[in-house]
Nanobody
């Protein structure tokens, strides 16, 4: 029973905020890179952010379009990775997925996705 389950998506106005959750079960999220990805209609899937820990040092990455607006974090007790999304823009509208990868390569564990819609 190895799963990732996203939640927290919804409809928000431009400039608003959402916090997405990626709940891991059957494995420790801290033992793997956990990435957030998104896919909008008619567009390719793109990497949004990733968190990974090696030797006690945690690394964070963000695609340029979300730097300064989004923050990735991990709660090891809850075994959950979060994506805090502030100053949301219509172009952030997409289905957001989390996965056990920073690169988006095939395989690994992927969640079912959660819809984020930014519209006035």
């Amino acid at each position: 029973q190895v799963q990732l389950v996203e939640s927290g998506g919804g409809l928000v106005q431009p400039g608003g905020s959402l916090r997405l959750s990626c709940a891991a079960s059957g494995f420790a999220a801290a033992a793997y890179p956990i990435g957030w990805f998104r896919q909008a209609p008619g567009k390719e899937r793109e990497g949004v952010s990733c968190i990974s820990t090696n030797g006690g040092s945690t690394h964070y990455s963000y695609t340029d379009s979300v730097k300064g607006r989004f923050t990735i974090s991990r709660d090891n007790v809850e075994n959950t990775v979060y994506l805090q999304m502030n100053s949301l823009k219509p172009e952030d509208t997409a289905v957001y997925y989390c996965a056990t990868t920073c690169s988006g390569r095939a395989g690994g564990v992927w969640g079912q996705g959660t819809q984020v819609t930014v519209s006035s």
